[in-house]
């Protein structure tokens, strides 16, 4: 007896007085939410890399009592942040929402009555009464009656099970046919359901745009903090005076900040989420977008996942004097009409019985898991009776005259996976055996396609299940996957040897947890698609997890993409619109490496050459705001989506930034020498020329960065080119008219904008060469 059951493990139940005790005792039935205060969430957008390096440049100009400036940068941050803050906020709400449809009431045994109460105050103890419909609110063991198990959800066990006195069953298991007296052993976090939620709890898997934006700064900021370094020091050398001293350290922290990164990211996935949204695919978390990208593996559930979760006949074999029509249609007639046992309602789909015979029904009983079979008894035309029975092969076999071949006509259907019935039927004579009904959980229409596609796209998939391995197999053949089968056991976190196996049988919520973790930690981009909640701690953990449309709510508040339609293709569309937005981020990136490196070297020639700064504060601000923010319109540029997934390579691309910012570098460096040795030109003159020219070439570097080929190879979108427009002519009609800097004659901007087509394809053809040597694509 269990310690948590006493006094009681009868039907008698407990007294008021005594489960109110044990609440206070053992705590309400639920699951503790951990909510991160807003407060919280709001600040964590402002304590990142880039937004302190934003604060810090915030803080300079307050102390140069440059308040439009400050404003500026401080309206940007804010951006930043409020973009964040209002996708997550979406994705919080759709969960939300979901989570509502959990509430639970149970009848329960209090003070001798049965009464109904909410499923948080269940306490270990109570007597409940388990019906037809119902879903279990606690964890169990049956005292009296039977009911038929629908655990697929908890267990991922693809049949139904009958459950009778002394069975143990969990929460979240629903009542599929019956009716049943049970005691609760566990409650709250210490079910099976509970334990499970605690590991979607602690489930946490960095993403790769986190790191991503975290290493890009990382590597600007060791590049340019030695030239900042330099640039100030040198500076400080050459007695450059206070007012134009500070202003230098504020130029160079914006210019190494690639400030609307953040805002780009974010951007760029909730487009690649609402154009996802139309083809059914719902991202409850945007960063899930991007890592659809990356995905290299996808661990997928059976049951209701690559199955529908629906039982079906799927194999009919007659025996001598019958053919599978007229077992079928035995079958059905023994069978319950308009009941839910999934067994009945999945014989009677087989066939349809003939109305007439129907209609002069006498007798049926329906299934009785103690006699492990149902029976009917109807009059044929000759108002004869006929009985029918159908059920387990060994009860039926046993009622029926013996049928050569039977025994192992059905033990071949076994081996296969199938859950066997045998059909028999006795008129005016001895019992006959008529055939056997093969039963499964059919995979879903689109299964084999789907996989065969992500297969084409790079991605294997392999099945983690709790059913038994020979039906998993059979499945796993069925929709194209070929391998070895693990078998059922436990699986540990730092499992080193699963690459050798395509399914993973008999595994529990755990297992599955475990099996996502070890696949990343061997380097996988890991995707866990599931439906039910022994798959939710292993949908939050894997890097992209993906609830089918009939998942529970757990599956899908766990989940980061949510498919909303019937079918797995959204699995696909998730995974070509996550490229498609990995490459329009790629592109921006890029241009943000190129863009900075040459900034702050920029800086420090211009500071040797003139002995002054190059850009004012105020120059800076119009750079970032004409050039970071216009180009977020690469978020919504034409880009073709690779074969293969997607890897960021920090490294490698700060190389290739790196490289073409040095030949941008050799542009720029030589336009401030002609303007000041050949041209003569003042310092504010100067100036203007440098902001001109950063314009110019800045659009130069987009278009040569936006192709992975030839700079021609493909066409921009529209929003693409009215951002150029606007670029180009914003900065260089003010230059022209005087506005907030020095005039520029409009025949050197006309010269430096031709001087920028030319740079175009010289750096087209050192990327070409660069991205050939790197292998980016």
């Not at 069978?335 to 109305?355: C, I, K, L, T, W």
């Not at 002069?360 to 329906?366: A, D, G, S």
């Not at 029926?400 to 039977?406: D, I, N, R, V």
């Amino acid at each position: 007896m269990n310690d948590q059951e006493s006094p009681s493990t009868s039907s008698v139940g407990l007294t008021t007085t005594e489960a109110g005790r044990r609440l206070a005792e053992f705590g309400p039935n639920a699951t503790p939410e951990v909510a991160v205060h807003p407060l919280w969430l709001i600040l964590g957008k402002f304590v990142a890399p880039i937004p302190c390096l934003l604060e810090a440049a915030i803080a300079l100009q307050l102390i140069l009592g440059e308040y439009i400036e400050a404003s500026v940068i401080a309206v940007l941050l804010v951006f930043n942040a409020a973009l964040a803050l209002f996708h997550e906020n979406r994705a919080h709400a759709t969960v939300e929402a979901l989570k509502s449809r959990l509430a639970l009431y149970a009848n329960v045994r209090r003070n001798g009555e049965w009464r109904t109460v909410p499923a948080s105050e269940i306490v270990p103890g109570d007597v409940l009464k388990l019906s037809l419909g119902n879903v279990i609110a606690a964890d169990v063991r049956l005292l009296t009656g039977g009911v038929l198990l629908d655990q697929s959800t908890i267990t991922g066990e693809s049949l139904p099970v009958e459950g009778a006195a002394g069975m143990e069953t969990y929460a979240g298991v629903l009542v599929r046919r019956g009716e049943a007296i049970a005691v609760v052993t566990q409650t709250g976090a210490r079910t099976k359901f509970g334990r499970t939620a605690e590991l979607v709890r602690t489930a946490y898997v960095t993403s790769a745009q986190q790191r991503t934006i975290f290493r890009v700064v990382a590597y600007l900021a060791a590049i340019n903090a030695v030239v900042a370094s330099a640039l100030i020091a040198y500076g400080w050398t050459i007695g450059l005076p206070g007012t134009e001293f500070i202003p230098l350290v504020l130029i160079a922290v914006l210019a190494t900040v690639p400030v609307a990164l953040p805002a780009t990211f974010t951007l760029a996935t909730a487009i690649g989420a609402q154009k996802l949204a139309g083809q059914g695919v719902l991202p409850t978390r945007l960063s899930a977008v991007d890592e659809a990208a990356s995905m290299d593996l996808l661990c997928s559930d059976k049951t209701g996942t690559l199955t529908r979760n629906e039982l079906a006949v799927v194999a009919i074999h007659a025996f001598p004097g019958f053919d599978n029509r007229q077992v079928a249609e035995l079958g059905a007639l023994a069978s319950s009409e308009g009941g839910s046992d999934p067994v009945d309602q999945a014989v009677r789909r087989a066939a349809r019985p003939d109305p007439s015979l129907r209609s002069r029904l006498l007798n049926f009983v329906p299934f009785d898991p103690a006699s492990k079979m149902s029976q009917a008894t109807i009059e044929d035309g000759t108002d004869k009776a006929i009985r029918i029975v159908k059920g387990a092969f060994a009860t039926v076999a046993a009622l029926a005259e013996p049928c050569p071949g039977s025994t192992e006509a059905a033990t071949d259907l076994e081996r296969q996976g199938f859950r066997v019935l045998a059909v028999a039927r006795a008129q005016a004579g001895a019992m006959q055996l008529a055939g056997l009904l093969a039963l499964s959980d059919p995979p879903r229409a689109d299964a084999a396609m789907c996989i065969a596609q992500l297969r084409d796209l790079g991605v294997e998939v392999v099945i983690a299940t709790g059913d038994a391995p020979l039906t998993a197999e059979v499945i796993a053949r069925q929709v194209g996957i070929s391998g070895t089968v693990r078998p059922p056991g436990p699986i540990a976190a730092g499992s080193t040897s699963l690459s050798d196996y395509a399914v993973f049988a008999g595994v529990l919520p755990e297992d599955k947890f475990n099996l996502v973790k070890a696949l990343q930690a061997a380097g996988h981009t890991v995707g866990m698609c599931g439906d039910g909640a022994n798959d939710a701690a292993a949908l939050r953990q894997a890097q992209i997890g993906i609830a089918v449309s009939t998942a529970t709510d757990v599956a899908k508040s766990a989940a980061g993409i949510v498919l909303t339609e019937p079918g797995l293709g959204g699995i696909v569309a998730a995974v070509r619109e996550g490229r498609i937005t990995f490459q329009r981020i790629l592109t921006y990136t890029l241009r943000s490496i190129v863009n900075k490196v040459r900034q702050v070297l920029f800086l420090a020639i211009g500071l040797v050459m003139i002995r002054h700064a190059v850009l004012t504060p105020m120059m800076m601000v119009l750079s970032m705001i004409t050039g970071d923010f216009l180009a977020m319109s690469a978020t919504t540029d034409n880009v073709r989506p690779s074969r293969r997934p997607n890897t960021w390579r920090v490294g490698r691309l700060t190389l290739a930034g790196a490289i073409l910012g040095l030949f941008d570098l050799i542009f720029c460096s030589a336009v401030l020498a002609f303007g000041k040795y050949q041209l003569g030109l003042s310092l504010g003159a100067l100036q203007t020329l440098t902001l001109v020219t950063l314009v110019f070439n800045g659009q130069a570097v987009f278009y040569v960065v936006r192709e992975r080929g030839r700079i021609w190879s493909s066409r921009p979108s529209g929003i693409v080119v009215l951002a150029s427009l606007a670029d180009i002519l914003i900065v260089p009609t003010m230059a022209n008219r005087g506005i907030l800097m020095s005039s520029l004659p409009l025949g050197i901007i006309g010269g430096l904008f031709a001087a920028a087509v030319v740079l175009a394809f010289v750096l087209d053809l050192v990327k070409c060469e660069i991205f050939g040597r790197l292998q980016m694509a």
